[in-house]
């Protein structure tokens, strides 16, 4: 795609560039020298001295951002190298390489960003050359400056603006290629956002656009995190601060779904292990238990669609493989725990001292836990579409939350304050359907009609089953995120949590020679 879009360039160029070299004077009878802005020096310019030193440039171009590749590629493919020059003819260099200059002198910094790895201070070596015709004194010649001046210029370019707009990591390459399961055989994938791809080609083809520096200026991510992001970097004065600060607003770079302001939606930030729920006068805030090291809970995005009280808990096979097989045989452990065994293909119930860890193993056979009081997963799970069969849900273990680091789950999002998610989730809901969700979660009911049914069935076999499904409608978005710095969706204070995964560390490996 790149080698086609620079022969569509070849023709434009050639008659504004390729031509203007072999003519020595054009148009009026003022001497060229007089005219161009290299004053004497345009008559050293040699075309084919220029096509080697590109030539030069590409054999020495080592580097393996995709970026520079893609511009590498470019030139590299145009019929003529000089048919890909960007930045410069015999009149002189462009305006916009100056301009260029001050807006990356400017942003760089202000964007966690080093601006030697953008070339800033060569770009401006050489512009300093040009402009003040100093080519002898320096001992470079003019066909050695140009070409090098041009390159540097369009790789920055690209790179810049191809990076502030996707980010310059690939958070689906490198997170999906983090954990190797040896269990599963297969790499965890802990990152399944829709992200997309980098548009290279679209910034090659911005090098050549009339409107290129306003490319270049409105490259910046506007989300409302970047920006309380990027007010903290500006005041931040400590190295360790700025690299955390430079990582979490790459976090922002990648164009996926993020959590946007205003937003009705449910907000589960991995590091803080925190859930926000953000309605639109009010945010309910609560702490979660999330995946252990060696089950990090998946980033995703996804719309919570439904809600299933006191359900039973079919244990995953993967768990089964880890927390049960060792417990094969035992029926009072099983009965303790109020476990059962299914055949999947009869439907028929199991005797537990019957099946071997082999069968259990198999895949052929449903472990499950009743629901109610003791279950795993508590009185409520909050559903939602996902690649990994995880979920928010309740606990039996609430003692957990107390817990400084909450990292111990197979992977699933344990919530604080089930019932107060539940309501949020349900805000058109009557009173009744309220009440009925409190008795079904064993809560004292707070109508006099939920009141009277719990004196009308004292006897009755518990948990009450008066609701085990419940619609969320509209479905409300999910956005599980992993920010270390993040503004508190409730006060707006810009927090830090530690990096439970190692991400952070990951991202600035590599991102180091990027920043500042």
């Given at each position: 795609m790149i080698r086609n879009a620079s022969k569509k360039f070849c023709h434009v160029v050639q008659v504004l560039f390729v031509t203007g070299i072999v003519s020595a004077c054009v148009g009026s009878g003022q001497p060229e020298g007089e005219r161009s802005a290299f004053g004497r020096y345009v008559y050293d310019i040699d075309s084919l001295q220029l096509r080697h030193a590109y030539d030069s440039l590409l054999r020495a171009d080592t580097s393996s951002w995709m970026a520079d590749i893609s511009v590498k590629e470019y030139y590299q493919t145009a019929d003529d190298r000089l048919q890909a020059s960007r930045w410069f003819d015999r009149s002189g260099v462009s305006a916009d390489a100056d301009s260029m200059l001050a807006v990356l002198r400017r942003e760089l910094p202000r964007n966690g960003l080093d601006t030697t790895a953008f070339g800033v201070p060569r770009i401006a070596e050489y512009l300093d050359i040009v402009h003040r015709l100093t080519f002898d004194s320096v001992g470079l010649s003019i066909n050695h400056v140009l070409p090098r001046l041009d390159y540097l210029l369009s790789k920055s370019f690209v790179r810049y603006t191809i990076g502030q707009?996707?980010?310059?990591?690939?958070?689906?390459?490198?997170?999906?290629?983090?954990?190797?399961?040896?269990?599963?055989?297969?790499?965890?994938?802990?990152?399944?956002?829709?992200?997309?791809?980098?548009?290279?080609?679209?910034?090659?083809?911005?090098?050549?656009?009339?409107?290129?520096?306003?490319?270049?200026?409105?490259?910046?991510?506007?989300?409302?995190?970047?920006?309380?992001?990027?007010?903290?970097?500006e005041k931040s004065e400590r190295q360790e601060e700025i690299r955390l600060l430079a990582v979490n607003m790459e976090r922002c770079r990648w164009r996926m779904s993020h959590p946007q302001d205003n937003q009705r939606m449910v907000v589960v930030n991995l590091p803080a292990q925190q859930l926000w729920a953000v309605g639109a006068d009010s945010v309910l805030e609560m702490r979660i238990c999330c995946g252990a090291t060696n089950h990090n809970t998946p980033l995703l995005h996804s719309n919570i669609s439904y809600m299933q009280v006191n359900p039973d808990w079919l244990i995953p096979q993967n768990i089964v493989k880890t927390d049960f097989l060792h417990h094969q045989g035992d029926s009072a452990w099983f009965a303790r725990h109020r476990y059962y065994i299914v055949d999947r293909q009869t439907g028929d119930t199991l005797r537990v001292s019957a099946v071997s860890a082999e069968e259990m193993s198999s895949g052929k056979l449903r472990i499950g836990q009743k629901g109610g009081a003791g279950n795993a997963l508590g009185r409520i799970v909050f559903r939602f579409k996902n690649n990994f069969d995880i979920y928010l849900h309740d606990t039996n273990m609430r003692g957990a939350f107390s817990n400084e680091r909450r990292t111990l789950s197979h992977g699933c999002i344990r919530v604080q304050k089930p019932f107060e998610l539940a309501c949020f989730l349900l805000p058109e809901a009557d009173e009744w359907t309220i009440d009925r969700l409190r008795i079904s979660m064993d809560l004292r009911p707070e109508t006099e009609r939920g009141m009277q049914y719990i004196r009308n069935h004292q006897d009755s076999e518990r948990p009450f089953r008066l609701m085990t499904y419940q619609g969320v409608s509209p479905h409300v978005p999910l956005y599980i995120v992993y920010y270390t710095v993040y503004p508190n969706p409730r006060t707006g204070v810009l927090e830090t949590w530690k990096d439970i995964y190692g991400y952070d560390n990951l991202l600035i490996s590599q991102m180091k020679s990027l920043l500042r």
């Open positions: 707009r996707y980010g310059f990591t690939r958070p689906d390459k490198l997170l999906n290629r983090l954990n190797y399961r040896e269990d599963q055989h297969a790499y965890a994938q802990l990152f399944d956002y829709a992200i997309e791809k980098p548009d290279y080609l679209k910034g090659i083809k911005q090098l050549d656009a009339s409107d290129r520096l306003d490319y270049l200026k409105q490259s910046q991510p506007s989300g409302y995190v970047y920006q309380r992001l990027q007010q903290q970097l």
